[in-house]
Each structure stands twice: as C-alpha cells, then as structure tokens.
C-alpha cells in the first residue's frame, strides 16, 4: 500500500493562494494516478483533482476548474495542487488520495487516501 502525507494547508484570506504538497512512499509512486478530495464541515466528501500516472493528463470538478492545478513529480514522489482565487467555500479538509494505474474521475475511484490538511479561506 502508498503511505500519503500531506502539507501546506493553512489560513488564507479570500482570492488567496495555497500550494498542497503531498508525499508518498511505499510503492513504486509512478504506478498510480493521483487525485485530490475535500470534505467541508457538515457536507460529503468531493472530488477536487486528479492526474494520470506520468502526469499528461489532469481532470477537474466544475467547482474548482479554472483556478486549481494538479501536478506531480514523480522524481520527488509528489503531487501538487495550486489554488489560486480562493472563495471561503473552498474551506475544507483536503486529502491526498490515489489509485493504481487509471486516472480516477469519480470519488468513488479512488482506493486510498491520507490524513488530510486543513485548508481555511476567510472572508
């Protein structure tokens, strides 16, 4: 199994910018496709991002489509998501999730994900 462990969440003001990094080890990193989650107080889990195995291909929900961008490097065994034009909805924990070979679309593709890290737009 791939251990993941995210970074860079924090408090930033609306029509900020964040940066999520997430690590992974345990298997061979480039054998999954990658993808970010979110989950808002008091509502379900959404799917945010995800990206192909060697990163040529990137899918996004309609929420975040035009300010978020996934990318990874697999050199580094990580998986990025910038977020430019923060809105307070964007407020949520964010989890680094993955799944092997074929690039999720779906949340419910994904087959394993981390701890997740606090992500808080005030506005």
């Known amino acids: 199994q791939v251990q993941l462990i995210e970074s860079g969440g924090g408090l930033v003001q609306a029509e900020g910018s964040l940066r999520l990094s997430c690590t992974a080890s345990?298997?061979?990193?480039?054998?999954?496709?990658m993808g970010w989650l979110r989950q808002a107080p008091g509502k379900e889990r959404e799917f945010v991002a995800s990206?192909?195995?060697?990163?040529?291909?990137?899918y996004y929900g309609d929420s975040v489509k035009g300010r978020f961008t996934i990318s990874r490097d697999n050199a580094k065994n990580t998986v990025y998501l910038q977020m430019n034009g923060l809105k307070p909805e964007d407020t949520a924990v964010y989890y680094c999730?993955?799944?092997?070979?074929?690039?999720?679309?779906?949340?419910?593709?994904?087959?394993?994900w981390g701890q997740g890290t606090q992500v808080t737009v005030s506005s």
């Open positions: 999730a993955g799944r092997i070979a074929t690039m999720p679309r779906a949340l419910y593709e994904f087959n394993f």
């Open positions: 345990g298997r061979t990193f480039s054998n999954y496709a």
């Open positions: 990206i192909s195995t060697r990163g040529s291909s990137t």
